[in-house]
């Protein structure tokens, strides 16, 4: 599926330094999405101690990432 990304997304990735792979893995096989009913999925993947939390909608044939960053843990799990 094809990856956009919103400007908000592109400077906190940069400012974070995530790389666009690592975001791209978590998209693709998350350890843990958290689906929401405003339509901004969640999407979690643990690298190393951390983990990966991507926030995601989904519109028509792609996902667009609205932000990205790293927690801890996860609040949740499925």
Same mark, same amino acid.
């Given at each position: 599926?094809?990856?956009e990304f919103t ?6 990735r ?9 975001i791209q893995k ?5 350890h843990?999405?958290h689906?929401?009913s ?10 190393n *101690?951390l983990?990966l939390?991507? %926030?995601?909608?989904? /519109? &028509?044939? *792609?996902?667009?990432?609205i932000t %990205?960053?790293?927690? /801890? &843990? ?5």
């Amino acid at each position: 599926m094809k990856v956009e990304f919103t400007n908000h997304a592109e400077v906190k990735r940069s400012q974070r330094k995530i790389r666009k792979d690592l975001i791209q893995k978590t998209l693709s096989v998350p350890h843990f999405v958290h689906y929401q009913s405003n339509g901004r999925d969640q999407y979690f993947r643990k690298f190393n *101690k951390l983990y990966l939390k991507v %926030v995601a909608r989904k /519109a &028509k044939d *792609k996902l667009i990432v609205i932000t %990205v960053h790293w927690v /801890a &843990k996860v609040p949740y799990k499925e």
